[in-house]
């Protein structure tokens, strides 16, 4: 069955450093996405792609935050001078559709820890 | 913004227990994902379910979207239930791109 797949499952980093959590999305699909959990609170949407470019992003996603689709299988998060607070577990997700209107599919994961 | 509401928040069954979990949502959706989150923080898709009702084994799920609510059935728990449940919708005024998830109910099943 076609999966989600992220790499790595966990990432330590320093405080100010910059860290890119990878993405595989389902091959054919079109629209892909970023979610945070910071432990023990709800999933917060971060920023959808489509097209090659940002179809939509929260107010979490700033100036620290990129997104970049580098070849036809990769998706990739990029945050720049790292935070404690950047600590949480991060999911890539996919969809055929435009998320509303179809089911979207969600990766294992990549557990993010600043020190 | 649309707002998620599921209960109960926690929830604790000996297993073998019936359980039946809520998610009320304040705006009309064009989706609606029942995720299970087990121990090791994976995200497991459960169903798609924006409108009626389905089954899947010992779980099955119902979206009544004209009144904006959807209920998620357990029937006959196992330990292997326990973890996190979370609702999620999407396709809502202002917000086609994403899903915004509900704070979920946390479930134990002991044996």
């Known amino acids: 069955e076609p999966e989600v797949t992220q790499t790595p499952s966990h990432q330590v980093t320093q405080m100010g450093q910059e860290v890119i959590l990878r993405c595989v999305p389902i091959?054919?699909?079109?629209?892909f996405y970023w979610y945070r959990q910071i432990l023990g609170q709800k999933v917060e949407f971060l920023v959808s792609?489509?097209?090659?470019?940002?179809?939509?992003k929260s107010e979490i996603f700033d100036d620290q935050f990129s997104v970049e689709r580098p070849d036809g299988s990769n998706f990739t998060l990029k945050i720049r001078s790292t935070k404690l607070e950047d600590s949480a577990m991060y999911f890539c997700a996919s969809s055929e559709r435009v998320g509303g209107y179809t089911e979207a599919f969600f990766g294992q994961g990549t557990r993010l820890t600043v020190v | 913004g649309i707002q998620v509401e599921q209960s109960p928040p926690d929830l604790i069954l000996q297993e073998g227990a019936n359980s039946t979990l809520r998610c009320n949502f304040s705006d009309s959706v064009n989706n609606l994902q029942w995720f299970h989150q087990n121990p090791w923080g994976q995200l497991i898709n459960l169903f798609y379910?924006?409108?009626g009702t389905k089954q899947n084994g010992r779980l099955s799920a119902t979206t009544v979207a004209t009144e904006r609510y959807s209920l998620l059935y357990i029937s006959s728990s196992q330990t292997t239930d326990s973890g996190v449940y979370f609702c999620a919708v999407g396709g809502f005024s202002g917000g086609y791109n994403k899903l915004i998830f509900g704070a979920g109910t946390r479930l134990a099943v002991h044996p």
């Open positions: 091959s054919n699909h079109l629209y």
């Open positions: 379910i924006p409108s």
């Open positions: 792609f489509y097209n090659n470019e940002i179809s939509e």
